[in-house]
């Protein structure tokens, strides 16, 4: 019914930068706060920024000043910009939101499969 689809992933020396994009798809009537999240196996997942509709962000500490979200409300998308990247940021990265299905009254918490980002010292 809600899809979300990752890309930009793949692999970059460390300092190096990747945009990863995130786009929604199906029965929608408003793509709410969107988010990035990042795991690493036998870890647990981690929220690395949020944006909502209106454009309001948070950032994870680690991020501030290297990493940007953003999004374009009329692509249904969401992008994050990712620079200066460390060799222990090597983690798949997610993509979530909150959708609100179109004729209904009740918001779907949605996930994307997932982008690998591969970052080499």
């Known amino acids: 019914q809600v899809q979300l689809v990752e890309s930009g992933g793949g692999l970059v020396q460390a300092g190096g930068s990747l945009r990863l994009s995130c786009t929604a798809s199906?029965?929608?009537?408003?793509?709410?706060?969107m988010a990035w999240y990042r795991q690493t196996p036998g870890k647990q997942r981690e929220l690395v920024a949020t944006i909502t509709r209106d454009g309001i962000t948070t950032y994870a500490d680690s991020v501030k000043g290297r990493f940007t979200i953003s999004r374009d409300n009329a692509k249904n998308t969401v992008y994050l910009q990712m620079n200066s990247l460390k060799p222990e940021e090597t983690a798949t990265y997610y993509c979530n939101a909150a959708v609100l299905v179109a004729r209904s009254l009740r918001y779907l918490e949605v996930w994307g499969q997932g982008t690998l980002v591969t970052v080499s010292s």
């Open positions: 199906g029965n929608i009537f408003i793509v709410n706060t």
